[in-house]
């Protein structure tokens, strides 16, 4: 939950221009609402989760998980983040993706790039950093994994190369923001479906986080449209 102040390079950076020129031309996708499910809560998910220290949100269907047409190139595992649209995509095979609803940071806080998962962990707990304690503290040195806990009950760390880059995909103990921008440059999910995305994803997948702007919104392929 730190600002790194860029992207992850040139190279990086004419990747996602090439990647976004080819989402306009993707075609509008089908979108079906995904049935919730708890069968991936492990019994203390389903413990710390029963009575959250926050109140339950009402995300709009737009926000709600969803399956997905998917006419991109990228191989299925891959991590895709529409920041302008607050979507993020796991990519599936046979031209499928799971579409979730996210928060992303404000744009001058917010990560792109591309970037690997190197680490993963279930109710992680939080060290905030310098730049944090700066903007939004003071916090304490450590907080304790938990649903009071900023990063919610799941995180995945990304990483360039062998370097972490101090961004996040994580739960939340603020659900209500969901769909929206905020101060923070993480991307958030509720922690239901960081849950299910956890449970799909591997350590060393790819993520892709379009910038903001350079995405497909002229065409809306991401938007996730009924056809």
């Not at 990747?15 to 069968?39: E, N, R």
């Not at 993963?120 to 700066?134: F, L, R, Y």
């Not at 900023?150 to 996040?168: F, S, W």
Request: charged share 20%; hydrophobic share 40%.
């Amino acid at each position: 939950m730190s600002r790194l102040g860029g992207t992850l390079g040139r190279r990086s950076a004419r990747a996602l221009i090439g990647l976004a020129g080819a989402l306009l031309l993707a075609g509008c996708m089908q979108a079906t609402l995904a049935p919730s499910s708890t069968a991936s809560l492990t019994p203390r998910d389903r413990q710390l989760l029963a009575h959250p220290p926050y109140a339950q949100a009402s995300i709009p269907e737009e926000f709600q998980r969803h399956i997905v047409n998917y006419s991109g190139k990228e191989p299925p595992g891959t991590i895709l983040v529409d920041t302008d649209a607050r979507f993020l995509y796991y990519v599936m095979p046979d031209g499928k993706a799971i579409r979730y609803g996210v928060a992303v940071g404000e744009e001058a806080m917010a990560f792109s790039g591309v970037a690997t998962i190197g680490r993963m962990s279930e109710w992680p707990d939080w060290v905030p950093t310098a730049d944090i304690q700066a903007r939004l503290g003071p916090f304490p040195a450590r907080v304790a994994g938990g649903p009071a806990n900023p990063l919610g009950a799941r995180a995945l760390y990304l990483y360039a190369g062998n370097k972490d880059t101090l961004y996040r995909i994580h739960g939340t103990n603020q659900p209500e923001y969901i769909g929206q921008a905020i101060s923070s440059g993480c991307i958030r999910m509720t922690n239901e479906d960081v849950i299910d995305l956890y449970d799909r994803v591997r350590q060393g997948a790819t993520v892709i986080v379009l910038p903001p702007s350079q995405n497909a919104l002229a065409g809306r392929p991401f938007a996730g449209r009924r056809s």
